[in-house]
């Protein structure tokens, strides 16, 4: 069975579960995989940056300029957090369009680029919208503004047209890609079931572990060690736990 088979059904197995359990232990389950996979699946990059380029390498300068972005990024946050939630945002959606589909490719083209993008977005506009009420309440705490509920329709309505005329471009008299599409829809709907149902901390949770770190960390595997074995996989946490 391939990969994204298991996904699936681990996504079903995630919708099923989500009935018999409290809201305040989807919560916990919820943050947990989000501090450890979720903050593991990032951290092999420069030992990525340092497999791309081994000659010219600089364990100090990479190290440096990753700091710094931290801070300027946690200075923006602090200052300008209207700016750094859009941004953010922004980022994240490419993010994670990226990473489902374009992956494998080296050198995307644009319309791939931005179907990537609201693909990414819808997703987060899917989360968002369902779960109004909780999101309304997080982003007031972060960036101390109420967003009304039609900004989120309007978004919504924005992302599923874009996605839907970038994916006709891509997509139009491709055979070969008509199963993985079904598979995809099936998925999304899987989804929203999941965020319909649940919080909106656990309803990331799954999205953001199953469809986004998981496959990264497996493609991160592959990419520095050539399998996705058991010693693989060992080598990867010891390698990221610092």
Not at 209 to 236: A, E, F, G
Request: aromatic share 24%; glycine share 4%; net charge positive.
């Amino acid at each position: 069975m391939k990969f994204t088979n298991y996904l699936i059904l681990i996504t079903f197995f995630c919708f099923w579960i989500t009935g018999f359990l409290y809201e305040n232990i989807h919560q916990i389950i919820g943050l947990f995989l989000i501090l450890t996979i979720g903050i593991v699946h990032g951290a092999n990059d420069i030992l990525i940056l340092k497999k791309i380029n081994p000659k010219n390498f600089n364990w100090f300068y990479i190290t440096f300029k990753y700091v710094f972005y931290i801070l300027f990024f946690g200075l923006m946050y602090y200052f300008f957090p209207i700016i750094f939630i859009i941004v953010f945002v922004l980022f994240s959606s490419y993010h994670f369009g990226e990473q489902h589909w374009l992956e494998n490719q080296k050198k995307p083209l644009k319309r791939e680029k931005l179907f990537a993008f609201f693909y990414g977005s819808f997703i987060l506009t899917i989360l968002l919208s369902i779960n109004f009420n909780e999101a309304q309440d997080i982003i007031q705490d972060i960036i101390y503004v109420k967003v009304p509920l039609e900004f989120f329709q309007v978004t919504f309505v924005f992302c599923t047209i874009s996605l839907v005329f970038f994916g006709a471009l891509l997509f139009k008299g491709r055979l070969d890609v008509a199963e993985r599409l079904w598979k995809e829809i099936l998925i999304l709907l899987v989804l929203a079931l999941i965020f319909m149902s649940s919080t909106i901390i656990w309803s990331f949770a799954v999205y953001f572990i199953l469809w986004h770190s998981v496959p990264s960390i497996r493609s991160q595997m592959i990419y520095l060690y050539n399998d996705t074995s058991k010693n693989s996989l060992y080598k990867y946490f010891r390698n990221s736990f610092l």
